[in-house]
Nanobody, 115 residues
Framework: QVQIVESGGGLVQPGGSLRLSCTAS????????MAWYRQPPGKERELVAG???????NYADSVKGRFTISRLDAKNTMYLQMNSLKPEDTAVYYC?????????WGQGTQVTVSS
């Protein structure tokens, strides 16, 4: 069983920045396809950004140019650097790890963008 822990959420003013971290247990982290999802209040969960085992990245249109996803396999960690945050970025952010038929989720971390 893979354990996933997110951190780095919080309250930030519009235009500010946050960096989320996701640490996953296991010895094959480098083989996981990783992603960040978010669930705004009252809405469905949506993909924010993904980075596969070859470090290829994809982003939701709403965050392109503002968010950067990265991974450091030596530390079993994935990051999401979020800049120019907007109130509509307010959501619970979840880390996801996929490998073959396995699909793991973290508990989520709250990001609130408000003045």
């Amino acid at each position: 069983q893979v354990q996933i822990v997110e951190s780095g959420g919080g309250l930030v003013q519009p235009g500010g920045s946050l960096r989320l971290s996701c640490t996953a247990s296991g010895r094959i982290f480098s083989m996981y396809n990783m992603a960040w999802y978010r669930q705004p209040p009252g809405k469905e969960r949506e993909l924010v950004a993904g980075i596969n085992s070859l470090a290829r990245r994809n982003y939701a249109d709403s965050v392109k140019g503002r968010f950067t996803i990265s991974r450091l396999d030596a530390k079993n960690t994935m990051y999401l650097q979020m800049n120019s945050l907007k109130p509509e970025d307010t959501a619970v952010y979840y880390c996801n790890a996929k490998f073959r038929e396995f699909d793991y989720w973290g508990q989520g971390t709250q990001v609130t963008v408000s003045s």
